[in-house]
């Protein structure tokens, strides 16, 4: 999947989406928090890609999904559309231009998030429902966290970087929603 492609996805599940919990009910603000940093992080990929720069457009795209599909699994948000896959395809090459930079950047974002999954602990009680949906957030994040890692093994540096920014996605979206405890690194959150 191009950048781009990804990004039109994502802005088709946005423009379908919309908080699911009653407006006056505790979950609104945070429902309301996660749909609109998808949408930011779905504006900024369209800039980043209509100034050329691929490498953020393409984290911008799996970041925001990361946040739309996090606000889905935690009914938080609805749609009116499937929620879409960024993942039906691999990702496309980018040009050689960008070859240098992505892989930067695919390296950063590696070490980003590995730090940041040691930077959080679940904040709810163990065997409350809060508590098992914060060990599935983290259940997600490891998983695409090891594919993340695989893809930047074997040199696949937008799909490794596609998976960290998805990854990351759905934790930073698990902490503004208060299901984790930052125990260092505060600047690797939203919040």
Request: aromatic residues 12%; contains cysteine; glycine residues 10%.
């Amino acid at each position: 999947m191009k950048p781009e492609d990804c990004l039109l996805l994502l802005a088709t599940v946005l423009d379908a989406a919309s908080v699911a919990v009653p407006e006056k009910s505790a979950l609104f603000f945070s429902g309301r928090s996660v749909l609109v940093m998808a949408k930011a992080y779905e504006s900024d990929g369209r800039t980043f890609f209509a100034s050329d720069d691929q490498v953020n457009a393409l984290a911008s795209g799996w970041y925001g999904f990361g946040w739309f599909h996090f606000g889905i699994a935690d009914g938080l948000l609805k749609s009116t559309v499937p929620a879409g896959c960024p993942f039906s395809s691999p990702c496309e090459q980018l040009p050689p231009q960008f070859r240098d930079r992505l892989n930067e950047k695919s390296g950063r974002y590696k070490n980003l998030l590995d730090t940041a999954r040691h930077a959080v602990r679940p904040g709810p009680e163990a065997g409350t429902a809060a508590g098992e949906f914060a060990d599935r957030v983290l259940f997600i994040v490891s998983v695409y966290a090891g594919s993340g890692n695989r893809c930047h093994a074997i040199g696949a540096h937008e799909d490794a970087l596609a998976r960290f920014s998805y990854a990351h996605g759905w934790l930073d979206a698990g902490v503004t929603a208060g299901l984790f405890v930052i125990t260092g690194h505060h600047e690797l959150f939203t919040v």
